[in-house]
């Protein structure tokens, strides 16, 4: 389902259930020793997918543990992002040499349902789309689409910059037309090659009950 969204030489993996906490290298148990049994499974299971991934681009398998900002630690030369969610979990990788960034995010299409949440994670000027988009598309949960590209941005963003992105300082349109998105960067962007970014420009869809989300950023 997700190589929809990933073009190649970026390679994929998911899984729609959990690995035993035994398929985990000692280093990640480690990490995840105090956490719910669920929670334990998930960052093992969304890690397997990754060695996966990372196989098909010759790389032995290994532990992948969070660096700062809890961003993952990629072997040398090697891009990437995870993602999970209820019953979905996710990752893609690609050589730094054809793929400078991957942001990538998969949410359960369910609205949020607390107000609180959506004034959190939306700008004044981004919710007046989701009412039109609403009106065309009542199947899709446009509050929690929104969210998940903002989540697509900041994993994109991160490896770039090393900081912090709040929802507040990306602008997010979504394209209903050809299911792609555009995130306006409302603080200075990440220089890359030479060129400052001010924007990132990501793809979606929804299948499976899931919404999905996604930025690549080519060399």
Known sequence: MIDKLLPAPIVAAEAFQDDPLSAMFPEERQ?????????QREFGTVR?????????LGIDPAPILPGPGRAPQWPDGIVGAMTHCTGY???????????????LDAEPNKPIDDPGVIDLVTLPE?????????????????DRLIFSAKESVYKAWYPLTGRWLGFEEAHIT??????????????????????????????????????????????
Do not use: K
Not at 31 to 39: D, E, K, M, T
């Open 31 to 39: 990490l995840v020793a105090g956490a719910v049994p669920q929670r």
């Open 48 to 56: 397997r997918c990754a060695r996966t991934a990372l196989s098909e």
């Open 89 to 103: 979990r996710a990752a893609a990788v690609a050589r730094a040499t054809d793929i400078v960034t991957i942001g």
């Open 126 to 142: 981004e919710r007046p789309q989701l009412l039109h988009l609403a009106a065309l598309e009542p199947d899709i949960s446009w």
């Open 174 to 219: 979504l394209d209903p037309t050809d299911a792609t998105f555009t995130a306006r960067l409302l603080v200075p962007g990440p220089v890359v090659a030479g060129t400052a970014i001010g924007e990132f420009s990501g793809r979606w869809m929804v299948g499976a009950g899931l919404l999905m989300t996604a930025i690549v950023m080519t060399a």
